[in-house]
């Protein structure tokens, strides 16, 4: 019988995203727009002030302040906010690559 483990601790296969919709970079812009690139180059931006200022923005609403709208960041390639508010990265992929632009509203 074995007195040694086969496996080694704290070893774990690299995780390795090959999914065209992730994200690489969020830059928030003046007038609630983003800028963003995705993991295999493509390059647009998301306008989000229709939807902010609309009375169905919902959980959009809290980015009405400019200080946490700018507060975008990325998480396992999504863009995302404080307070679990995130945006689809693959309506928002589809869509730069069709017009260059995300606009929501």
């Given at each position: 019988?074995?007195?040694?483990?086969?496996?080694?601790?704290?070893?774990?296969?690299?995780?390795?995203?090959?999914?065209?919709?992730?994200?690489?970079?969020?830059?928030?812009?003046?007038?609630?727009?983003?800028?963003?690139?995705?993991?295999?180059?493509?390059?647009?931006?998301?306008?989000?002030?229709?939807?902010?200022?609309?009375?169905?923005?919902g959980v959009f609403a809290k980015l009405m302040d400019v200080n946490t709208f700018n507060r975008a960041y990325l998480e396992y390639g999504v863009v995302t906010w404080p307070g679990e508010i995130d945006l689809a990265p693959d309506a928002m992929y589809n869509e730069i690559k069709r017009n260059g632009t995300w606009v929501l509203k």
């Open positions: 019988m074995r007195t040694e483990p086969i496996a080694e601790k704290n070893i774990a296969p690299a995780i390795v995203c090959t999914t065209s919709w992730r994200l690489t970079k969020v830059k928030p812009l003046q007038d609630y727009n983003l800028e963003v690139e995705f993991i295999d180059g493509a390059h647009g931006f998301v306008e989000m002030k229709q939807l902010i200022m609309s009375s169905k923005a």
